[in-house]
C-alpha cells in the first residue's frame, strides 16, 4: 500500500470513528446532545470553570403525548424539534450546553445570571403561542440551582423536574425553581408511598360522599364518591396530594376497587335501614381501564351487595376520551348496556368539547362550571361555551349536571339554562358517610324523582326556528358544520339553520327556508340524492346513534364530499326534524376510490 493510499485509508477511518462519536453523541431527531454526552459536557464545564454559578433548567411539553395522539408523529416530532431549534437559537449568546432527556423533556446548563424565571418562562410560552397546531401548548420549566456539584447531574435534573410537577397543570404559571418547600414535597410525598401499604391494611382510605342536588327544589338527587385518606399522622389528606402519586406508581386500580366496592356497601346499608337510598357515583381512571376487568367488577360489587344498578353510576374523564377513544368508547358501550348509566366528567375542561359531542355515547355530561371563575376567560366566553354545551346536550338528549358551584349567580345561571342538577360547595362540600346519611335520614331532604328520573327532556324546536342571536351564537360556537332540517318523508328536505362552518363545508350559501331555495335536495348529486334521503328516512328509527354516510354535494358546480352525520330530533306538524353534522371529506373519497381502483384492477389480474 502506498504512502498516500494509507493516509486516505486513516482518513477514511477518522472520519467515520468521528460519525461513530456523533452517533453515540446527538439525539437524532433534534440534534441536542443526548443525556449521556450532556452529562459529559456538564461535568467538563464544572471542571473548567470553577468559580461559575450554574443552573440546569428542564422544559417539559406538556400533555405531548396528546398531541401526537391527535395529530400524528410527524407533527409531535415537527414540535419536538421547533423547541430544539429555539433552544438552539437562544444559545447563541451564552455558553450553554442542550439535551433532550426523554421523548419531550429538553434540559440545559447555563449560569445563573443568564436566566431570570420568570421572563424565561414568558420567553418560552412565546415560542409556541401561535404554533400551528389547533390545540394550547404549555411548556413548563424547572430550575435546579447548582449549589453543590458533588451530586450527580441526573439527580440536578431529577430535581429540576420535581420543580415542574408544582406547576402541571396550573393554567397560570409556567415556571418553578427546586427550592425548599418543592424539596419538602418530594420528601412528603415519598413518605406518603411508604405508607401505602398499611393504609389498605388499617382501612385508611375512607369514601367521602358530595352530594348532588335538584336545583329547582334544593333537595338530594345522588352523590359522587370521593376518597380520603385518614393518615394516622398527616391527618386528612385530600386525594390531590396523593392520587397522581399513586397513578405514577399503579396503586390507583386497587384503591378504585376499593372505593366502588365501598360505595356498593353503603348503598346496602341505606336501604337496610329503610332510608330513600339515591345513586352514587364512582370515579374511573383511564388506569383502570387499561388493567382492570372494569365492567366485570361492577357487576360483580352490585351483585354481591344486592343493590340494583342503576345506584351506581360511573364518571370517567373528558381527557380520557381524546386519547384512546376505541377502547374507551367500547367500555361505555358494555357499561351501559348492562344498565350503570356513564358520565363524562369534567366536560369542557378538556380538549374540542363541543366537537366530542356529536360522537358521544354517554349518558349524562358533568360539565365543570370552574371554567366560569373571573379571570380565567376573557369577554364572558365561557358563560357562552356553557350556554352552547347545555342546549346542545338538551337537543340529543343527554342530561347535564353541573359541578364546581360556588355562587348564588351561577346557580341561577344554570336554572335559567334549564341545567337543573349540580353539585358544588355552595350546597355542600364532600361528607363523611355517617353526616350524608343524617341528611337522607330525613326524607323530606331527598328528592321524589332521583337524578335522571325526570325525563323531561323537552326540545326547544321552537327555538331552532326563530332565528334569535343566541341561537346564531350558539351555532358557531360548535366546531364544524352544523345544520338543522326539516323532511317530509318524500323528497322535500328543508334547511332551517346552519352555521358558519356549513357554509364552508358545503359551499352552499345558507338560504331562507320559507321560499322555494329552502329545499336542499337539488343540492345534492343526483346520483346520491336518493341514498340522502334513504339515510333521513333511517336516521328516524336509529335515534342517539344516528346514520352516517359520504355524499356529494352540489353548487355552482362545484362539487364536494361530504362526511354526514344525521340525527332524528322531533316531530313539528307533519314534518320530522333532524340534525347533522358535516365534514368535508374529499381525502376520505379520494382513499375511498383509490381502494375501488385497486380492487378492480386485482379482479383484471386474476
Ligand atoms: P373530580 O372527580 O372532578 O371531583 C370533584 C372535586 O371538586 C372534588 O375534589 C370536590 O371536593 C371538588 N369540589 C366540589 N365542589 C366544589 C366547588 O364548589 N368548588 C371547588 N373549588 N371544588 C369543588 P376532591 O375530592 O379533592 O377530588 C379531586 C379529584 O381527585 C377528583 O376530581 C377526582 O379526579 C380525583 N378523585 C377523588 N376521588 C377519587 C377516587 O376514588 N378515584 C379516582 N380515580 N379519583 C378520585
Ligand atoms: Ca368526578
Ligand atoms: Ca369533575
Keep these: 500500500m502506498s504512502a498516500d493510499d494509507t493516509k486516505k485509508m486513516l482518513e477514511e477511518i477518522a472520519r467515520l470513528k468521528d460519525e461513530l462519536d456523533h452517533i453515540r453523541s446527538y439525539d437524532e431527531l433534534t440534534g441536542l446532545y443526548n443525556r449521556k454526552a450532556f452529562i459529559e459536557k456538564v461535568r467538563e464545564r464544572f471542571f473548567e470553570y470553577p468559580e461559575k454559578d450554574y443552573i440546569i433548567v428542564c422544559l417539559d411539553i406538556e400533555k405531548f403525548k396528546f398531541i401526537n395522539d391527535r395529530f400524528g408523529f410527524v407533527e409531535g416530532d415537527r414540535l419536538l424539534s421547533y423547541v430544539a431549534d429555539k433552544l438552539k437559537e437562544r444559545k447563541g449568546s451564552y455558553d450553554v450546553v442542550i439535551t433532550r432527556l426523554t421523548s419531550d423533556v429538553y434540559a440545559f446548563l447555563d449560569e445563573n445570571k443568564n436566566i431570570e424565571p420568570e421572563a424565561f418562562g414568558a420567553e418560552v410560552q412565546s415560542w409556541v403561542k401561535n404554533y400551528p397546531l389547533d390545540v394550547d401548548i404549555k411548556i413548563a420549566v424547572g430550575i435546579y440551582h447548582v449549589e453543590s456539584r458533588t451530586i450527580p447531574v441526573r439527580l440536578m435534573c431529577d430535581r429540576a423536574r420535581f420543580a415542574i410537577d408544582t406547576v402541571k397543570k396550573n393554567y397560570m404559571i409556567n415556571v418553578a425553581e427546586y427550592n425548599k418547600d418543592v424539596r419538602d414535597y418530594m420528601i412528603s410525598q415519598n413518605e406518603l408511598l411508604n405508607d401505602i401499604e398499611s393504609a389498605f391494611l388499617n382501612h385508611e382510605y375512607k369514601v367521602y360522599l358530595q352530594p348532588k342536588f335538584d336545583i329547582r327544589t334544593n333537595k338530594v338527587v345522588g352523590a359522587e364518591s370521593l376518597v380520603r385518606w385518614v393518615h394516622p399522622r398527616k391527618g386528612l389528606i385530600p386525594p390531590r396530594d396523593f392520587i397522581p402519586l399513586f397513578e405514577q406508581n399503579m396503586i390507583i386500580p386497587r384503591l378504585d376497587e376499593y372505593i366502588w366496592e365501598e360505595t356498593c356497601r353503603l348503598i346496602r346499608e341505606w336501604i337496610d335501614k329503610g332510608y330513600k337510598a339515591v345513586p352514587v357515583s364512582v370515579n374511573v381512571s383511564r388506569l383502570d381501564i387499561f388493567s382492570l376487568p372494569v365492567a366485570e367488577k361492577f357487576v360483580a360489587f352490585t ?41 363524562m366528567d369534567d366536560f369542557g375542561t378538556g380538549y374540542s368539547s363541543l366537537n366530542l359531542l356529536k360522537d358521544i355515547n354517554v349518558d349524562v355530561l358533568k360539565i365543570d362550571t370552574r371554567f366560569l371563575e373571573p379571570g380565567r376567560n376573557e369577554n364572558n366566553k365561557g358563560k357562552e361555551i356553557l350556554e352552547s354545551i347545555i342546549r346542545m346536550a338538551k337537543w340529543i338528549g343527554l342530561q347535564t349536571v353541573a359541578e364546581g358551584v360556588e355562587t348564588d349567580a351561577q346557580k341561577l345561571f344554570l336554572l335559567n339554562l334549564g341545567c337543573y342538577y349540580a353539585q358544588g360547595f355552595y350546597f355542600s362540600k364532600p361528607i363523611s358517610p355517617e353526616q350524608f346519611e343524617e341528611f337522607i335520614k330525613n326524607p323530606d331532604n331527598v328528592s321524589e324523582t332521583l337524578f335522571g328520573e325526570d325525563n323531561e327532556f323537552t326540545i326547544a324546536i321552537e327555538e331552532l326556528f326563530t332565528s334569535d342571536f343566541m341561537t346564531e351564537r350558539l351555532l358557531n360556537n360548535i366546531l364544524g358544520g352544523f345544520a338543522i332540517y326539516e323532511f317530509d318523508g318524500k323528497d322535500d328536505l328543508k334547511l332551517i339553520k346552519a352555521n358558519t362552518a356549513y357554509s364552508e363545508v358545503t359551499g352552499n350559501y345558507i338560504i331562507n327556508a320559507d321560499n322555494e331555495e329552502g329545499n336542499v335536495v337539488k343540492r345534492i348529486h343526483p346520483d346520491d340524492r336518493e341514498r340522502v334521503l334513504e339515510a333521513f328516512r333511517n336516521a328516524r328509527t336509529a335515534e342517539v346513534e344516528g346514520v352516517s354516510l359520504l355524499a356529494r354535494n352540489v353548487y355552482d358546480e362545484k362539487v364536494v364530499w361530504i362526511s354526514a352525520r344525521i340525527f332524528y330530533l322531533a316531530e313539528r306538524g307533519k314534518r320530522s326534524i333532524y340534525y347533522a353534522s358535516l365534514t368535508d371529506a374529499t381525502e376520505q373519497a379520494r382513499i375511498a376510490a383509490e381502494l375501488e381502483a385497486l380492487k378492480n384492477s386485482l379482479k383484471t389480474t386474476d
Excluded: Y
Excluded at 374507551?328 to 357499561?335: F, G, Y
Design 303 to 343: 351483585e354481591k351487595h344486592g343493590i340494583d344498578r342503576h345506584f351506581i353510576e360511573i364518571e370517567i374523564t373528558e381527557s380520557a376520551f381524546a386519547n384512546d377513544e376505541n377502547k374507551i368508547l367500547s367500555l361505555v358501550d358494555e357499561l351501559r348496556s348492562l344498565g350503570f348509566k356513564v358520565l
